[in-house]
């Protein structure tokens, strides 16, 4: 498929139909506090987040503070997480990113987007989860694998690899007010109906202006 940069008004009409079709999208990590979304996150890389949020209960409960994850027994802090893979560097970005917080930010999760990519395993998209859920800051768009592959398979982006290529052209092409909302709506499109194995082609509302769609 060659990419041509799409019309405003297909952008607008791409949007307007995935919000008539995901009313309900929504970031499906669950947490109360700030520091709990921050670790989920991290522990979302490589994961689904189903997978993730069977994880944190335990991991929460055991560890309700950055005082606490910081103080955690390693060999423990990986039992916890093991399910999510890649557990050890994982519990090495957690605790790290722990102490960290309280070291240097009052052992509070930080607002801005240089901060939050300075901690261990924070890169932009776990950054942008966080600017957008916790403080309702738009500074970037959040690029998963859904996200990669949709845009993509819609004609918004030239690549379906490079997460920092995609996020810099859907910026370009988004409205910055809903920088935040096309992550959960191309996240939920492609969990419901774009599925990776098997898309719905047929009864995708994008079908008729899909350049990928197979009917």
């Known amino acids: 498929m060659t990419y041509k940069k799409p019309s405003p008004d297909y952008v607008q009409t791409v949007l307007q139909r995935l919000q008539e079709t995901h009313p309900d999208a929504h970031c499906e990590l669950n ?11 991290i522990l979302s890389a490589q994961c689904t987040d189903v997978r993730v949020n069977q994880v944190t209960p335990t991991l929460f409960a055991k560890y309700p503070d950055v005082t606490t994850l910081a103080a955690a027994n390693r060999t423990e802090l990986e039992e916890i997480i093991r399910p999510t893979g890649f557990f050890r560097q994982k519990a090495d970005f957690i ?25 261990k395993g924070v890169a932009r998209k776990t950054a942008n989860v966080v600017l957008g859920e916790i403080y309702g800051k738009a500074e970037g768009v959040t690029v998963d694998t859904h996200v990669k592959r949709i845009a993509h398979k819609l004609g918004l982006t030239s690549s379906n690899k490079d997460p920092v290529k995609v996020e810099r052209e859907l910026m370009a092409i988004i409205p910055h007010e809903h920088w935040i909302d096309i992550s959960h709506l191309l996240i939920f499109h492609g969990r419901r109906i774009c599925i990776a194995r098997r898309p719905d082609c047929p009864n995708c509302p994008l079908n008729d202006i899909c350049p990928s769609a197979e009917l």
């Not at 605790?95 to 901690?119: C, F, H, R």
């Open 31 to 41: 947490y109360q506090t700030p520091l709990q979304l921050l670790v989920a996150t």
């Open 95 to 119: 605790q790290s990113t722990a102490v960290a917080l309280i070291q240097n930010y009052g052992s509070e999760v930080p607002d801005k987007m240089n901060e939050l990519t300075q901690l």
